[in-house]
């Protein structure tokens, strides 16, 4: 039996690399699940300063929860603001 070739067991990464695994960090999933439980509560308001309603759906907690992370500094990725159409 011929003896097989054997690549490198590693994959080359084209571009950056990642500096660990997780895309966010715990500082931002506690702030997540602290919005989760006041959306629970009643308490977690939208808007500026809280002065809007309360919040009702999941989704928009869980945002809430990680523009507070962001704001705080934890590790959050970057909003994805697609650009603005200007419309004719």
């Known amino acids: 039996m ?7 067991g590693r994959k080359k990464s084209s571009g950056r690399r990642k ?8 500082a931002a999933s506690k702030r997540v ?7 629970k ?9 809280g002065k809007g309603g309360k919040v009702k759906s999941r989704k928009q907690a869980i945002a809430i929860g ?4 962001r704001k705080k500094g934890a590790k959050v990725p ?5 650009r ?5």
């Open 66 to 69: 990680l523009s507070e992370a």
């Open 2 to 8: 011929a003896a097989r070739k054997r690549s490198g």
């Open 78 to 82: 970057r909003k994805k603001g697609g």
């Open 19 to 26: 500096s660990s695994g997780r895309k966010y960090g715990k």
């Open 41 to 49: 509560r009643g308490t977690l308001k939208s808007g500026r300063g």
């Open 33 to 39: 699940e602290s919005a989760m439980r006041r959306r």
């Open 84 to 88: 603005k159409k200007s419309r004719r």
